[in-house]
């Protein structure tokens, strides 16, 4: 019964010859360092979750932003909870991004044939740098507003364009109402977008192109 | 890498991948096992440190240190190294050259070596930056401003903490010759703001000292606090600072007091750097401390700086006077010296003084310790008054600061221009000659003048043109300078600083216009009717701020605490900083009227209208055939509350909007965080919990505390009863 439902399933989804491709494929002996990128893409399905709920009660208006957060985080049930994973998740999702990329520059693994897994790499780092710094302003406590106060400041201090990518951040000339929509809209729908494609295009490369071996002194 | 090695390297790794394991259970074994750990690692922060959440944002509040999130620590410490126009180097030439190295890294190492020994620049280069960023982050840790009660009592200290420490760490080097005030209150560059609006010239001042004394400060906080305050010695002459540390208890205002002999316990090296954190080196104010008693505003001067420099540093004989008993009467004599020495004993002598001296000493009475004194040196004149030398008092820097100051100042500005400009854009509010009017942007608000002497004697002209410049928020004024969006230049507002300035000389305006006479002339008690009583209630009584005729009130405060509270307001209520508005006379009227009330034993509180109050109808009106008074003692209506709403809230709600306490209906729907009441729900209900100071948001209601037992009591059973 059940081969015929595996048979009758496959003629009609090909799903046998994806789950060999992804999950039967040969990978090369490798050590522990090589999980550094699973551990990454784990914490960003984390972050995803914890932040879609998050985003169920959270109102990104400078009236209610730090009310909805308060009451996410005291009376909402397990709110904190969810509110301490996504932003411990935060933390962790920068440190095992760098320590992957380490991993990557140590092993020469951003070399042939793998150069655009690379490079969809690094573009990954900064969309997470990205979430990191939008994300701190949308508690709009104390340290939020401050704190990008003086990252969108030092921005302006880029020589020509400067004042125009201040503008551009906050939305005007100081942090407002504006600023808060524009960052959880970022935030929320414009760097997710990008993670996904990008996570979508580095997986398929990595499985396309194979996980590169250990090199040996030789190499 | 070539075709060759690009085929030998696929041949490899196909060769490796044949040999290896699959993907599927081995590695999703190991990834598995990593992934527990983390997520245990993340559950267990998540359960034990949560997410931190401070304070409601508020914008106004200047004070905040920011504190990047830790992976940014690295890039704010990185931009210290590169202050003023070199920050371009730390925004955006090294970050753009990192990461570009990152991302075409490929390119740039094409070798077909892998191993990280083979790849020495590569390994190399990533530990170096894996180096510098770690090392930056935890330099950022370290300097990270220790919290305020480092500083030890030492206020200064405290302040330099709150303001400056985040950005500039324990200490600053400043290179000599600097005018610290002119940076601190205008802002350097980007990133170092303006604080000419946030703190008072006084602070300015010594936050200064205590950047090129900190010892002194602390010095200061040990041995003079508890007696002077930081502002008050600031303003003081250094000849009379100097005096007192150097000749010991024979000071005169410190005679008879149980003090150590300053001149023994400090070392010359202490009182040095004493008087170095106390005389910081700002030009305008060096000359309203040390030559304007004599100099009056301005000294015309048109010569070479050095020459300046050189007068002041050696000072001088300076007047000759002639010798005045060859034309006074002896009576005239006596009159006249008794005049000078305390004007307000010898109000006679006014005329004479006028007369005959004000040509060359102006309004000014020169000093003299004694009428003797005073006597020989009007009688014989002579060359009476000599020029201190400067050199022996002042520091180079302090010096350098005045001569800059004075060749300014006689630089002159255009008044004109100043006086066109200030037409066009402050007299809509600020009316014609600075005289102030109702506040446009707060309703029930004056403007106060900015005209007056003691508006411009307090503050400086970085002060006054950062105003202008950034406008004041708080008090409903805009940014007018250039950089904030306004329509006025830097030298705009130079312009009409100066025009400004011209009314201390040349006060505009005898014919006052009224609203100077309410706001500017008004003494302690007629000030406290016009204002506090709205508040306080006609005598004291309280209504919605406290009860200052109460016993307990009157016993708790001492003056200053009193003096501070005017001064100084409480966050987030109607009790606003009156310092900014009322002169610190002014306020110590108020202190001294507030003092003179008779005590009460309770607050008087506010009864409701008699015969509506809930528990105890008098018998009076208890005629049952005419009022069913038993029907209001069991469920009040609106009317049996109105009057208590009337007096408790509608003082603020009824002039500041929002909820509005005037109909049963409008009790229930309005305000910003409406419903207010949920009838028969009083638990629920907000007004409940505002009343009560259960509220999760804002304060209790009515901010000077909680209404009586039975007032609250009433409003409950009016709700629980349906509100209607």
């Known amino acids: 019964m059940m081969a015929r439902l595996t048979t009758w399933l496959d003629e009609r989804t090909g799903f046998q010859q994806v789950w060999q491709a992804i999950f039967l494929r040969k990978i090369p002996k490798v050590n522990w360092f090589y999980t550094l990128g699973s ?148 935030h929320v729908w414009v760097l997710p977008s990008v993670l996904l494609l990008l996570m979508g295009i580095h997986l398929f490369l990595v499985i396309r192109n194979g996980i590169s071996a250990v090199p040996t002194r030789k190499d | 890498m070539d075709e060759k090695e690009k085929q030998a390297y696929l041949e490899k790794y196909h060769h490796e991948k044949e040999k290896g394991v699959p993907f599927f259970p081995d590695i999703i074994f190991k990834d598995t096992v990593v992934i527990l750990v983390i997520f245990v690692a993340l559950a267990a922060l998540a359960y034990f440190a949560g997410a931190p959440l401070e304070e409601r944002a508020n914008p106004a509040d200047t004070n905040y240190t920011p504190r990047p999130e830790w992976y940014f620590l690295f890039l704010f410490q990185l931009l210290k190294y590169f202050p003023g126009y070199l920050e371009v180097i730390g925004v955006v030439v090294l970050p753009t050259i990192g990461i570009s190295l990152l991302f075409f890294l490929p390119l740039l190492d094409r070798s077909s070596k892998r191993h990280f020994i083979n790849r020495p620049i590569v390994t190399g280069a990533t530990l170096i930056g894996m180096i510098a960023i770690i090392g930056l982050t935890v330099l950022s840790i370290r300097e990270a401003p220790p919290p305020a009660e480092a500083a030890g009592g030492d206020a200064v200290a405290a302040l330099y903490i709150r303001n400056c420490a985040s950005c500039h760490g324990a200490s600053i080097q400043v290179a000599t010759g600097t005018n610290l005030h002119n940076v601190i209150a205008e802002g350097k560059h980007e990133g170092m703001p303006s604080w000419s609006a946030d703190l008072t010239s006084d602070q300015i001042d010594a936050l200064a000292g205590f950047i090129l004394s900190p010892g002194g400060s602390s010095l200061f906080a040990a041995n003079c606090s508890a007696c002077h305050s930081i502002e008050e010695l600031v303003a003081s002459s250094p000849v009379k600072l100097k005096e007192a540390l150097g000749s010991g208890l024979t000071y005169e205002p410190h005679k008879g007091l149980q003090l150590p002999d300053w001149s023994k316990t400090l070392t010359p090296e202490q009182q040095t750097q004493l008087l170095n954190f106390l005389a910081a080196p700002d030009g305008q104010r060096l000359f309203a401390t040390n030559c304007s008693a004599c100099h009056g505003r301005y000294v015309a001067y048109s010569g070479e700086k050095e020459q300046l420099t050189k007068t002041i540093s050696q000072g001088g004989v300076h007047l000759d006077m002639p010798a005045w008993k060859q034309k006074f009467s ?359 919990k505002k009343l009560l100071g259960t509220q999760t948001d804002g304060t209790i209601m009515p901010p000077g505390g909680k209404l009586s037992e039975k007032e609250l009591n009433l409003i409950l059973e009016w709700i629980k009863a349906g509100a209607k």
């Open chain 1, 39 to 186: 551990a990454t893409l784990f914490v960003a399905m984390n972050q995803m979750i914890t932040g879609i709920l998050l985003t169920l009660y959270y109102v990104p208006t400078p009236d209610h932003a730090y009310d909805s957060v308060q009451y996410i985080t005291f009376q909402l049930p397990a709110g904190w909870y969810i509110r301490g994973l996504h932003h411990w998740g935060a933390s962790a999702m920068v440190v095992l991004v760098v320590l992957h990329m380490l991993r990557v520059i140590l092993y020469g693994a951003y070399k042939f044939p793998r150069e655009v897994t690379w490079a969809t790499g690094v573009i990954l780092l900064l969309v997470t740098i990205g979430f990191g710094f939008t994300g701190y302003l949308l508690p709009w406590d104390q340290k939020a507003y401050w704190a990008t106060t003086v990252g969108t400041r030092i921005a302006g201090a880029v020589p020509f364009v400067g004042d125009w990518i201040l503008r551009i951040l906050r939305g005007g000339n100081d942090l407002s109402a504006v600023t808060l929509a524009r960052f959880f809209g970022v």
């Open chain 2, 330 to 688: 002896e009576a005239e004599l006596q009159q006249l010296a008794r005049y000078v020495v305390d004007p307000a004993t010898a109000p006679e002598g006014k005329k004479l003084f006028q007369d005959q001296c004000a040509a060359c000493h102006g309004e000014r009475v020169p000093t003299a310790a004694t009428v003797d004194e005073a006597y020989d040196q009007i009688a014989n004149g002579g060359a009476h008054q000599t020029m201190p030398v400067w050199g022996q008092v002042l520091t180079p820097e302090q010096l350098d600061a005045l001569v800059n100051y004075i060749i300014q100042a006689n630089q002159g500005e255009d008044t004109e221009a100043g006086q066109k400009l200030f037409e066009s854009n402050c007299a809509g509010c600020h009316g014609q000659f600075g005289e102030g009017g109702p506040n446009p942007a707060r309703p029930n608000s004056v403007i106060t003048p900015i005209s007056s002497e003691e508006f411009l004697k307090t503050r400086d002209d970085i002060t006054l043109a950062a105003i202008i410049a950034l406008g004041q928020p708080d008090l409903g004024m805009g940014a007018f300078g250039n950089a904030a969006g306004g329509p006025l230049s830097d030298e705009d507002i130079n312009s009409i600083v100066a025009y400004m300035r011209s009314w201390e000389t040349n006060p505009p305006v005898v014919t006052a216009p009224e609203i100077e006479i309410q706001t500017l002339v008004m003494q302690g008690g007629e000030i406290y009717q016009q204002i506090c009583a709205q508040c306080h209630g006609v005598s004291g009584e309280g209504n919605v701020g406290p009860a200052l005729s109460d016993k307990d009130f009157q016993a708790k405060n001492n003056d200053q605490a009193i003096y501070d509270t005017i001064s100084k307001g409480h966050n987030n209520t109607s009790m606003i900083a009156w310092g900014d508005i009322l002169t610190p006379a002014q306020i110590n009227q108020l202190v001294a009227f507030i003092r003179q009330m008779p005590p009460t034993e309770k607050p008087a509180t506010p009864k409701p209208a008699e015969g509506q109050d809930a528990g105890n109808p008098p018998a009076a009106e208890a005629t049952p055939t005419v009022t069913p008074t038993p029907k209001a003692a069991s469920a009040p209506v609106f009317a049996d509350i109105e009057p208590i709403l009337k007096k408790r809230c509608a003082p603020c709600h009824g002039a500041m909007g929002g909820w509005d306490a005037s109909t049963s209906e409008k009790v229930i729907n309005s305000g910003d965080h409406g419903p207010a009441v949920i009838p028969g729900d009083a638990e629920n209900s907000l007004l409940e």
